[in-house]
């Protein structure tokens, strides 16, 4: 489990609208349960994060434990590019590896009014989170080079997956296609701008603000 106005409205100003939509914009609360005293490197978006989560409801209700269900492994995923909900992607930028999180998600950043699963619509979720590792993400400059066997400046799916495969298994991590394939067609689905089956730098690295 991978979390992953007509009417007078026009007639504000850009400035007031972009006021009242900040007033407006749930945010997540985020408290530092421990912090390593040596911090090497913060993460970012675009960074490869690998982490253990236990999900909350409200009411002090376990939902799901990275350590107890399913095959019970910490998970990898990208940070900043919406492959978890919105609330992981912003209340685990500047974290360190070693560092544990209580993150408390309204439902506008978490599952919204349809809910999933076991998840009702309308939750607010607590997540504790614990930062196992960062790596070089597949969103990188550095790592555009790493991947780009041909020297082309652009990269193929298949570039991209054999980067991920190695960066796996550098890390101790098993095989794992399915992750890798997923994470590939995300990739080229949200930047891969004109279609044509590669990736230029330009669209490749990321280099948005906001999801």
């Not at 107890?68 to 909900?85: S, Y």
């Not at 790493?146 to 082309?152: K, S, W």
């Not at 279609?195 to 990321?206: A, M, N, Q, V, W």
Request: charged share 30%.
């Amino acid at each position: 489990m991978l979390l992953l106005l007509p009417g007078p409205w026009c007639l504000l100003s850009p400035l007031l609208l972009l006021l009242v939509g900040a007033a407006e914009e749930p945010e997540v609360s985020v408290t530092v349960k421990h912090r390593p005293f040596i911090c090497h490197r913060k993460s970012k978006r675009g960074d490869l994060l690998l982490v253990h989560q236990e999900g909350y409801f409200q009411n002090g209700t376990k939902f799901y434990s990275s350590r107890t269900d399913g095959d019970k492994d910490a998970v990898w995923f990208t940070l900043g590019i919406g492959q978890v909900i919105r609330g992981w992607d912003r209340g685990l930028l500047d974290m360190c590896a070693g560092e544990r999180r209580k993150l408390i998600i309204p439902p506008e950043l978490a599952y919204g009014k349809e809910g999933t699963g076991k998840i009702p619509p309308e939750s607010t979720l607590t997540f504790l989170i614990e930062l196992l590792d960062i790596k070089n993400g597949p969103r990188s400059h550095e790592s555009f080079q790493e991947m780009d066997l041909n020297d082309d400046w652009r990269l193929s799916r298949r570039e991209v997956k054999e980067y991920l495969k190695k960066e796996f298994e550098r890390h101790g991590q098993p095989p794992n296609d399915t992750l890798n394939d997923k994470m590939v067609e995300d990739i080229f689905t949200k930047e891969d701008q004109n279609k044509d089956g590669f990736l230029t730098s330009r669209e490749f690295t990321y280099k948005h603000d906001e999801l």
